[in-house]
């Protein structure tokens, strides 16, 4: 193993970190809420140590990275960048127990948007908007963006985006793997800045409509109000950011195809794209209908369920309504929503549309095969053969994904504190990176409740989720640290 390139690059994550956390100290010397002190110590501890670790030479065999490499600096960096991100939650002392800071820094770069936040008044705006910017930095990933920003600083960078991107493959937009980080980025940058623009419109302040924005981006769903978007009560606020939850669910790369030239067709072209606007619409009727005993008319109920799909669907987990006082039926669409999650190649948490595709098309094909043994058709996905390891291997993921969510909930429930549809929802939104849960850990509730060890293990479920569940494990192997 090259344990010296390893460093480096982990060096390299926490000079980005250092770096993503000045603006959220520009904004505690503008809003004078006495948390400059906080978030400058944190870049003074942070930078340095990323400094050092990114100056240690190279080895005589250069820089040359394995494919089980890109998975421990990707799981290696997460978890350093979550320990270094709770200082300034703890030095503020608004989160001084390191558990819940590194709950919450964790909850933030994974874009879950689980809280141990009880108070909202008085959190102090730096550190408030230091939350929010875990979530955008966390969206595209850190390891795309320290590409992005230093694409020399390793060979063979494919390795690190495969780690850390969402979906059963990696789609190069150009054959240069740090020219499609930046590719990415300035997408990325695109949207957000529309979004903040549609947000500004809608009369939001430039703080708000930043704080929003990020965690929209980000898909997380961090908000400075206790009562989330419904602190707005604006239904203009609540389409411009359900639309954008719904875009930042869709494959980056449909919008890179749509720019140079591909247009609309980018999208109806796409199997996995016409899934998820199919699965998007229809749940949002069914919720609407099963939800008319609970509003006055469909359209406030249709308001509410579409925010709450596109919230939900995009694991982004904010929230206008307490649909814990739903019908039982709009909990089992939700949890449905929870395990699907949206695209391959987006910001999204989940199962993802792809797999779900895939899984469906092999069960059919199972089925049919019990009729005739003799034929065995082809799975297509846009009309092109997918190889069997690959359909193997969504299916491992799949079974993994459940059994990972069953064994979490179970290890919380060791605390005894709540009932099972806490714990099993608390376990699935954390590993489906959503947020809020149903029960105790609802949309209208937080996760303080939970002691230090089940907070640490919703910590590493949340991290399991976003990095796709084999950097982790492959993290926690005997063989990932022996020498070569």
């Known amino acids: 193993m090259n344990r010296r390139l ?89 989160l001084p127990r390191f558990e819940e800071a590194f709950f919450e820094a964790v909850s933030g770069f994974t874009t879950t948007g689980a809280t141990c936040v009880t108070r909202f008044e008085g959190f102090p705006r730096g550190v408030m908007f230091w939350r929010a910017t875990t979530h955008w930095v966390g969206g595209m990933g850190v390891l795309v963006l320290t590409l992005a920003l230093l694409p020399k600083l390793t060979g063979r960078t494919a390795h690190l985006v495969k780690a850390e991107s969402p979906g059963p493959s990696l789609s190069k937009l150009v054959p240069q793997t740090g020219k499609t980080a930046k590719i990415l980025y300035q997408i990325y940058i695109l949207l957000t800045l529309s979004e903040f623009v549609a947000l500004m419109i809608c009369g939001l302040s430039p703080y708000d ?51 140079i030239g591909e247009r609309f067709r980018a999208f109806y072209k796409d199997e996995e794209f016409r899934w998820y606007f199919t699965i998007v619409i229809g749940l949002i009727l069914l919720i609407s209908l099963f939800n008319l005993s609970f509003y006055e008319n469909f359209l406030t109920s249709l308001r509410y369920g579409i925010f709450q799909v ?27 929503a929870m395990l699907i999650g949206s695209c391959a190649g987006s910001t999204a948490g989940g199962i993802k549309v792809i797999r779900i595709n895939m899984i469906a098309k092999m069960s059919r094909r199972n089925i049919m095969a019990t009729g005739q043994p003799k034929k065995m058709d082809v799975i297509r996905i846009d009309g092109k053969a997918v190889e069997e390891p690959i359909l193997m291997q969504v299916a491992q993921f799949a079974l993994m994904y459940i059994a990972l969510v069953l064994l979490g909930s179970f290890l919380v429930s060791l605390e005894g504190k709540f009932d099972a549809i806490t714990n099993l929802s608390a376990a699935l939104t954390c590993v489906s990176n959503v947020g809020p849960g149903l029960g105790a850990v609802g949309p209208v509730e937080n996760f303080a409740g939970y002691g230090i060890s089940s907070k640490v293990v919703l910590s590493f479920l949340m991290l399991f989720g976003r990095l796709e569940l084999l950097p982790m494990f492959i993290l926690f192997t005997r063989s990932a640290w022996k020498k070569y």
């Not at 898909?219 to 419904?230: D, E, K, L, Q, V």
């Not at 904010?318 to 039982?328: C, E, G, K, L, S």
């Open 6 to 94: 390893i460093i480096r690059v982990l060096g390299a994550i926490l000079l980005v970190e250092a770096a993503a956390m000045l603006p959220a100290t520009l904004v505690s010397i503008l809003y004078g809420d006495g948390d400059f002190s906080a978030m400058a110590v944190s870049v003074l501890i942070v930078a340095p140590i990323g400094l050092c670790m990114l100056l240690i030479p190279e080895t005589r065999s250069g820089d040359h990275l394995r494919l089980k490499e890109g998975f421990i600096i990707t799981a290696l960096g997460w978890l350093l960048m979550s320990v270094c991100g709770a200082i300034p939650f703890m030095l503020s002392g608004q």
């Open 209 to 259: 409509a930043a704080v929003h924005t990020m965690a929209t981006a980000g898909t997380g769903g961090f908000s400075c109000y206790g009562a989330s978007i419904a602190a707005f009560n604006s239904v203009w606020v609540e389409m411009v950011i359900s639309v954008f939850m719904f875009m930042f669910g869709v494959n980056f790369a449909l919008y890179y195809r749509f720019l």
């Open 310 to 336: 596109c919230s939900i669907m995009s694991t982004t987990g904010f929230v206008t309504a307490d649909f814990n006082q739903w019908p039982v039926v709009s909990h089992i669409l939700i949890i449905i």
